[in-house]
């Protein structure tokens, strides 16, 4: 059995918002990840089987790893067809905002979301939720959206409506939260949950090599040439760093999502508790920030405080506008400010 976690009162506000509703729009954060894209779909499918028109629409593009996942064809990509997305959004009767917690975190399709006259509910795990729906269900301590979004169902009585499309996109969502279930995934209720998912028919073991054994020869060539040549260990501070500038992931053929999870090697090495990967973005002029810790290091204070962003404890992002040489020294600062937590940790 599950225990509760989301409020009653939030769930009879959304079940009445969901029966009254017939146009449902699903947003989620910009550069969408498993988790973004898992709860979106695994909402998506279930309202699909409710007979309500869903639709599903994205900042832009995400990666090819997740390209598979039941649904992804059908989802509206906001940096495509903006004029489309604004009819969508202005008309729809229920606005789900999923896995973020921040109008900021959805780019460009912020004014509409917040312009929009539809009853909007916040489904999310992210610290500190802002106040822009009428719902919020926020829940920093479960370790996904995607897992909020089984709870949710299963709450709603409808556990019988998730079609293994939906149960497959939820557990996407799940596994890629926890980096295949190795962080944040020590709540027993996580493993009731994949049983259950089980149940509709699943195969973990195919979504898993879906996900992260489908990459590139570019991709892991990238990643040795990272490793070998540009990683920079600082013992002394147990810390890493990785900079990859836009020329490098030219030579390497980058393709969105061919970085994904270089962040978290360097805390493969004993000692590192603390890395950081700033990478040139390829479709905004700024440096893209990651940031990983482990233990009890906030990586997220350091995303506020040096680099407009924000996230989890053990993993958080930010933007940083300005050279290479100016994130490099950022950096720098903040290992010297933090210097006392991090050999703490
Ligand atoms: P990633 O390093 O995978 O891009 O992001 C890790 C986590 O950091 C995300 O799940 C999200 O919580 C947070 N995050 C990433 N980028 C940003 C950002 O630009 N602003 C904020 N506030 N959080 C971010
Ligand atoms: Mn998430």
Same mark, same amino acid.
């Given at each position: 059995?599950?225990? &509760?976690?989301?409020?009653?009162?939030?769930?009879?506000?959304?079940?009445?918002?969901?029966?009254?509703?017939? &146009?449902?729009?699903?947003?989620?954060?910009?550069?969408?990840?498993?988790?973004?894209?898992?709860?979106?779909?695994?909402?998506?499918?279930?309202?699909?089987?409710?007979?309500?028109?869903?639709?599903?629409?994205?900042?832009?593009?995400?990666?090819?790893?997740?390209?598979?996942?039941?649904?992804?064809?059908?989802?509206?990509?906001?940096?495509? /067809?903006?004029?489309?997305?604004?009819?969508?959004?202005?008309?729809?009767?229920?606005?789900?905002?999923?896995?973020?917690?921040?109008? $900021?975190?959805?780019?460009?399709?912020?004014?509409?979301?917040?312009?929009?006259?539809?009853?909007?509910? %916040?489904?999310?795990?992210?610290?500190?939720?802002?106040?822009?729906?009428?719902?919020?269900? =926020?829940?920093?301590?479960? =370790?996904?959206?995607?897992?909020?979004?089984?709870?949710?169902?299963?709450?709603?009585?409808?556990?019988?409506?998730?079609?293994?499309?939906?149960?497959?996109?939820?557990?996407?969502?799940?596994?890629?939260?926890?980096?295949?279930?190795?962080?944040? +995934?020590?709540?027993?209720?996580? /493993? @009731?949950?994949? +049983?259950?998912?089980? +149940?509709?028919?699943?195969? &973990?073991?195919?979504?898993?090599?879906?996900?992260?054994?489908?990459? =590139?020869?570019?991709?892991?060539?990238?990643?040795? /040439?990272?490793?070998?040549?540009?990683?920079?260990? /600082?013992?002394?501070?147990?810390?890493?760093?990785?900079?990859?500038?836009?020329?490098?992931?030219?030579?390497?053929?980058?393709?969105?999502?061919?970085?994904?999870?270089?962040?978290?090697?360097?805390?493969?090495? &004993?000692?590192?508790?603390?890395?950081?990967?700033?990478?040139?973005?390829?479709?905004?002029? %700024?440096?893209?920030? $990651?940031?990983? +810790?482990?233990?009890? @290091?906030?990586?997220?204070?350091?995303?506020?405080?040096?680099?407009?962003?924000?996230?989890?404890?053990?993993?958080?992002?930010?933007?940083?506008?300005?050279?290479?040489?100016?994130?490099?020294?950022?950096?720098?600062?903040?290992?010297?400010?933090?210097?006392?937590?991090?050999?703490?940790?």
């Amino acid at each position: 059995m599950l225990s &509760k976690v989301i409020l009653q009162a939030h769930i009879d506000k959304v079940e009445t918002y969901f029966d009254r509703a017939d &146009k449902v729009v699903i947003v989620t954060h910009v550069s969408p990840d498993g988790d973004a894209l898992g709860s979106s779909l695994g909402l998506y499918h279930f309202l699909s089987v409710h007979g309500k028109t869903v639709n599903v629409i994205v900042p832009n593009a995400f990666p090819d790893f997740l390209r598979w996942m039941p649904g992804a064809k059908d989802i509206i990509r906001y940096d495509k /067809y903006a004029e489309f997305a604004d009819k969508l959004i202005a008309e729809a009767d229920v606005i789900c905002c999923l896995d973020f917690n921040a109008l $900021s975190r959805i780019d460009r399709m912020a004014d509409a979301v917040r312009d929009a006259q539809g009853r909007k509910v %916040m489904i999310d795990h992210h610290l500190n939720p802002e106040p822009f729906c009428r719902v919020t269900i =926020s829940h920093p301590e479960i =370790s996904s959206t995607s897992e909020l979004i089984f709870r949710l169902i299963c709450r709603l009585g409808c556990f019988d409506d998730i079609t293994l499309e939906g149960a497959e996109c939820i557990y996407t969502g799940m596994m890629t939260d926890t980096g295949g279930f190795t962080y944040n +995934s020590n709540n027993r209720e996580i /493993y @009731f949950i994949i +049983s259950e998912l089980l +149940s509709k028919g699943i195969d &973990k073991d195919d979504i898993y090599r879906k996900v992260f054994n489908t990459y =590139s020869e570019g991709r892991l060539r990238l990643m040795g /040439y990272v490793l070998y040549e540009k990683m920079q260990v /600082y013992p002394q501070f147990r810390a890493a760093l990785i900079c990859l500038s836009k020329e490098e992931q030219g030579k390497f053929r980058y393709v969105k999502g061919d970085t994904e999870g270089f962040v978290n090697i360097p805390l493969q090495m &004993k000692g590192i508790c603390f890395s950081v990967f700033l990478r040139e973005d390829t479709e905004k002029d %700024m440096i893209k920030v $990651s940031l990983r +810790s482990v233990g009890a @290091f906030p990586c997220n204070q350091v995303a506020a405080e040096f680099f407009n962003g924000g996230g989890h404890l053990n993993a958080s992002g930010g933007e940083f506008y300005g050279t290479m040489d100016e994130a490099v020294d950022l950096f720098k600062q903040a290992l010297v400010k933090y210097e006392s937590l991090l050999l703490k940790n």
